[in-house]
């Protein structure tokens, strides 16, 4: 893809945090995005982002103030001089956006799924007269590279050529401690394949939480990223939108000062990054291993009910000896040994067996 590079976008970035998006998930009132505003003017925020049309899970909820809310934006850009950004999501939307001259556009998760959806944006920026505005690109809500790498496609095609990617973590139904899964080896997949497509993280879609924003960041760093999109709201608690997930603007900015921007090492720099990335993908193995133990337990826990309604002994040696066998060669096929396997499922059984003994006393 033929692009302009991020340093040529026209936003403020330095060498340390290219770039920095903090805002709040939506535009509420214009007291609330302009106190928010105010207390973001710092040199790691170089776009102030803030929601006027939102995606709502479910109808009936709050989904935008719409039209006012670039309004309050270009006030933000009058009276701070902060660029401003927002998402766009059909025809119209772009052209109130490039009307009201956002800084900045990208598309949501929601909307990067459907390919008419992103061609409608792509063919309104070239219509409108917006293809000299930066747009980013949300990776859809499912984790599918190519369809994440065909949005961009569409925007580079009608002539955007400074584009961005956005990693906002992957819907799942299994219980996770993010809310959204990082699957971390998609958004590394990406910047082997586009290397030359700057990928900022977005923390807090991640992790739906204020806990884990800072080390879900760090780790964003840590694989070198281009920067941040950190929701942040004057009264994160009352906010009409994600309020779990926001943080005050003086922790936003503290946290874009906490963080350790990973260094270029004279030495081993690839290495160091490649150690990163694998460590990374540990780090996410075990925590899906961990869930999928959960789940089995409570599997067990079930089986246990039932053997006690029915009065079935708790072990039954037939049906764990076949068990065995059949995971001893799955195992071999997945390059496990039989000792290891063994010794592994052995602990598993243990745990349920307790599990399920202490159900019947
Ligand atoms: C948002 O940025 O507020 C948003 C709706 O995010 P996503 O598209 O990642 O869900
Ligand atoms: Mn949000």
């Not at 923390?203 to 990223?225: D, K």
């Amino acid at each position: 893809m033929d692009t302009v590079d991020l340093k040529d976008w026209g936003l403020k970035g330095d060498d340390s945090l290219p770039l920095g998006i903090v805002g709040p998930c939506s535009a509420e009132t214009e007291e609330q995005v302009m106190a928010t505003a105010k207390d973001l003017i710092h040199k790691n925020v170089h776009v102030f982002r803030a929601g006027v049309w939102k995606p709502r899970t479910k109808p009936g909820t709050f989904e935008g103030v719409g039209e006012p809310g670039l309004q309050w934006l270009n006030k933000v850009r009058d009276t701070y001089g902060l660029k401003v950004g927002t998402e766009v999501a059909t025809r119209d939307h772009v052209r109130l956006a490039i009307q009201y001259k956002m800084d900045m556009l990208w598309v949501g998760a929601r909307t990067t799924v459907n390919p008419f959806a992103v061609q409608e944006i792509a063919d309104a920026i070239k219509e409108f007269g917006g293809l000299d505005i930066p747009v980013l690109v949300k990776n859809p809500i499912n984790p599918d590279l190519d369809l994440w790498i065909g949005g961009l496609e569409r925007l580079n095609a009608v002539g955007v050529k400074k584009l961005g990617a956005i990693h906002r973590g992957f819907s799942t139904y299994e219980k996770i401690q993010y809310r959204n899964a990082p699957k971390w080896q998609i958004p590394i997949e990406f910047k082997r394949r586009l290397p030359n497509i700057p990928v900022i993280c977005d923390p807090s879609h991640i992790a739906g939480n204020r806990e884990l924003l800072f080390s879900i960041s760090q780790t964003a760093l840590n694989l070198n990223f281009d920067g941040l999109m950190i929701e942040s709201h004057v009264n994160p608690d009352e906010a009409w939108s994600d309020a779990k997930q926001q943080v005050v603007p003086a922790r936003a900015i503290e946290m874009t000062e906490e963080l350790q921007l990973r260094k270029e090492q004279a030495e081993n720099t690839a290495e160091v990054k490649k150690l990163d990335a694998l460590r990374t993908q540990i780090d996410e193995l075990d925590h899906r291993l961990i869930a999928i133990l959960g789940q089995r337990m409570d599997v067990a826990r079930q089986i246990g009910e039932v053997k006690k309604s029915s009065n079935v002994a708790v072990l039954q040696a037939n049906r764990w000896d076949e068990l065995l066998e059949d995971r001893k060669q799955k195992g071999e096929a997945a390059g496990l040994s039989d000792k290891f396997t063994k010794k592994f499922l052995d602990a598993v059984h243990e745990e349920s067996i307790n599990k399920q003994d202490k159900l019947m006393k």
